[in-house]
Each structure stands twice: as C-alpha cells, then as structure tokens.
C-alpha cells in the first residue's frame, strides 16, 4: 500500500495493478480504481498528508504570511495541475484546520495503535 505519487511511476508502467484506493471517493487519476468502501470493507482509508508547520511560538503574523503565500502557490493553476499529476490533493487551508486535522489523525491512529498492540521491532 502506497500513496499515488509513489505508486504512479509503476501503475503507469504496468509494472503493478491498482486494485483499490484508501480514499473515501474514487481518485480522479485512477478513475477506474474503486475505493475500498466500494468493494465491501469500511473504514480503510489513509492518506499521506503533506503541509508545512513551525515552531510553535511562531508569531500569528508570520504564520498567516506564510500560510498566503503557500495558498497562492497552490492555487496556482500549473503549480495545482503538477501537483494533482503528481496524485496530490492540494488544499490550501487555514493553519487552524490543518491543525485540527493533525490533531484528529494523531488521535486516529493513536487508537488504532492500541487497539491493535501494534509494536515497533
């Protein structure tokens, strides 16, 4: 299991065959891939979440700075096609959602780790 910009290269070289998406819909890159939800098991989804953090006494002025200017880069036409080429889903949100995000994924797959007994060897 892999994210789409690792697993690309070898689904478009024939090399591997996607046989399902840990995603809640379909990927428009692979549209014809069905989600795992699709093909009967719920719950299996992951996603490799890329963003930018900083220290965190960082002033608010800085962050917001920062956080208009990565926005404007994503929202950039080219720069957002060679991203989604690349099988990312820009985004572009607040530096507040994307920490809840964080946050809400922490404790996600914090659970599941228990849950599971999942050790490191």
């Known amino acids: 299991m892999v994210d789409l910009a690792a697993g690309a290269g070898f689904i478009k070289g024939g090399k591997v065959k996607a046989i399902a ?4 819909t379909r990927l428009p ?3 014809d891939v ?3 939800a699709e093909l009967g098991h719920k719950g299996v989804e992951a996603a490799a979440l890329v963003g930018m953090v ?3 006494a960082t ?3 800085v962050v917001n700075a920062l956080n208009k200017r ?3 880069a994503i929202n950039e036409p080219t720069v957002r096609k060679r991203l989604e080429d690349f099988g990312v889903e ?9 920490g809840e995000l964080l946050r809400s994924e922490t404790v996600r797959w914090q659970k599941l ?4 007994k999942i050790t490191l060897d």
């Not at 780790?113 to 599971?116: A, G, P, W, Y």
Request: glycine share 4%; proline share 22%.
């Open 21 to 24: 998406v840990a995603n809640a």
């Open 29 to 31: 890159q692979l549209p």
């Open 34 to 36: 069905p989600t795992f």
């Open 54 to 56: 900083v220290p965190a």
């Open 59 to 61: 002033p608010p002025e």
């Open 70 to 72: 990565v926005v404007a």
């Open 90 to 98: 820009p985004v572009g949100n607040t530096p507040a959602q994307f």
């Open 113 to 116: 780790i228990r849950d599971l």
